[in-house]
Antibody, heavy 118, light 110 residues
């Protein structure tokens, strides 16, 4: 069965960086893209962008350029989200989600809580 | 890209139906038949309930149905059950590799 397993919770200080992993299994990794979605505490879902797993080409949504980087290691069927120069407002649960078609996510990871606090 | 507009809350009694609206523009909901709906329970990841406006993934109850008219999509949950109480989010492809979620609706079973 399709599974996306994300790395564990992170506690970081402002200004630090974090890298979240998303390991896929149960399907051919390069057949479907990977979305990244942010959910701040008590807030709704926010689409951050997606990465084409065939080409490695990322697309970033408005507001997620510059400090956010999507990457892949296709040899281990894993996608990564790196956030640099962390700010308190980056505190959120970050989800990876497989793209079904036209970006629509179908299968989701369990989420990774990133807490930014001094 | 602005978030799609959903009502903050909706409610109905067990066995009744509830319909949630999702209003966008001609650049997203109105322009493409790629609207999806997600159910999210507290502390859990979202679950895909409807894709491509009106298609249900395998394993999703047929009590969930989706439709679209112009720039507004809708999710109807019929025969409401206690387990349907959750947050629901719509989303839409928005062209040029863009995508947008709705603001979310909390469904309460009275």
């Amino acid at each position: 069965q399709v599974q996306l397993v994300q790395s564990g919770s992170e506690l970081k200080k402002p200004g630090a960086s974090v890298k979240v992993s998303c390991k896929a299994s149960g399907y051919s990794f390069t057949t479907y893209g990977i979305n990244w979605v942010r959910q701040a505490p008590g807030q709704g879902l926010e689409w951050m962008g997606w990465i084409n797993t065939k080409t490695g080409n990322p697309t970033y949504a408005q507001g997620f350029t510059g400090r956010f980087v999507f990457s892949l290691d296709t040899s281990v069927s894993t996608a990564y989200l790196q956030i640099s120069t962390l700010k308190a407002e980056d505190t959120a649960v970050y989800y990876c989600a497989r793209e079904k078609n036209y970006i629509q996510p179908d299968h989701w990871g369990q989420g990774t809580l990133v807490t930014v606090s001094s | 890209q602005s978030a799609l507009t959903q009502p903050p809350s909706a409610s109905a009694s067990p066995g009744q139906s509830v319909t949630i609206s999702c209003t966008g523009t001609s650049s997203d909901v109105g322009g493409y038949n790629y609207v999806s709906w997600y159910q999210q329970n507290p502390g859990k990841a979202p679950k895909l309930m409807i894709f491509d406006v009106s298609y249900r993934p395998s394993g999703v109850s047929n009590r969930f149905s989706g439709s679209k008219s112009g720039n507004t999509a809708s999710l109807t949950v019929s025969g409401l059950q206690a387990e349907d109480e959750a947050d629901y989010y719509c989303s839409s492809y928005a062209g040029s590799n863009n995508f947008v979620f709705g603001t979310g609706t909390k469904v309460t079973v009275l």
